[in-house]
């Protein structure tokens, strides 16, 4: 059965550094997204990203962060400047993409962000 | 803007026993509902959705769950849990729009006693 696989699976960094968590969607699905998870707590959109460009993006969202389809296949975040509040659970996921009905999205099993 | 509750962050039950997990959102217009199940250290796997139509729906794994619109809930239920259901199920709503975002409840861990 196809899925969502993420890389790497923990990251440790040290604050002000950037990372970059990467996310292999399933091959013929076409919205990709992300979402985190704070230890805790709810897990929280992030990003959509279709044809090439950001559908929607939340609050926490903000300009540390990117999302980058670089290939046919990856789909990549990156946080430019790492802050200890950073770290949490990083979800990648897809979706197909059909106007009339929202598909379901598929995750991935996360990697583990911690900043120190 | 869309909100989740899940009203109960922790139940036990006991293997064999029925389980009814609560999930009431807040959406203007009719939602796209998810459950999700979480093991420990894996990612999100999809339960059962609801677009439209038939208000029970199945799942995998034995679960179904009723939409209520009268109620705005959609509560997940198994006739007879099994250990290996212990973990953390997430109710979410969808919104058809540009970003097909999902707003996630809080979860409820799901403990079996044997």
């Known amino acids: 059965e196809p899925e969502v696989t993420q890389t790497p699976s923990h990251q440790v960094t040290q604050m002000g550094q950037e990372v970059i968590l990467r996310c292999v969607p399933i091959?013929?699905?076409?919205?990709f997204y992300w979402y985190r998870q704070i230890l805790g707590q709810k897990v929280e959109f992030l990003v959509s990203?279709?044809?090439?460009?950001?559908?929607?993006k939340s609050e926490i969202f903000d300009d540390q962060f990117s999302v980058e389809r670089p290939d046919g296949s990856n789909f990549t975040l990156k946080i430019r400047s790492t802050k200890l509040e950073d770290s949490a659970m990083y979800f990648c996921?897809?979706?197909?993409?059909?106007?009339?009905?929202?598909?379901?999205?598929?995750f991935g099993p996360g990697t583990r962000l911690t900043v120190t | 803007a869309q909100s989740v509750t899940q009203p109960d962050i922790h139940i036990t039950v006991s293997e064999g026993a029925s389980l009814e997990l609560r999930c009431n959102y807040s959406?203007?217009?009719?939602?796209?509902l998810f459950w999700y199940v979480q093991s420990p250290g894996q990612g999100l796997q999809l339960l059962l959705k609801?677009?439209?139509?038939?208000?029970l729906v199945q799942g995998i794994k034995g679960f179904e769950a009723e939409f209520k619109r009268s109620q705005s809930s959609f509560n997940l239920r198994k006739p007879s849990v099994h250990w290996s259901d212990a973990a953390e199920y997430f109710c979410?709503?969808?919104?058809?729009?540009?970003?097909?975002?999902?707003?996630f409840g809080g979860g409820t861990r799901l403990m079996v006693k044997p």
């Open positions: 609801y677009f439209s139509g038939d208000t």
């Open positions: 091959s013929n699905h076409l919205y």
């Open positions: 979410a709503v969808g919104v058809h729009n540009a970003g097909n975002m999902l707003t």
């Open positions: 959406y203007g217009a009719t939602p796209y």
């Open positions: 990203f279709y044809n090439n460009e950001i559908s929607e």
């Open positions: 996921a897809s979706s197909e993409s059909q106007l009339a009905t929202p598909y379901e999205q598929y």
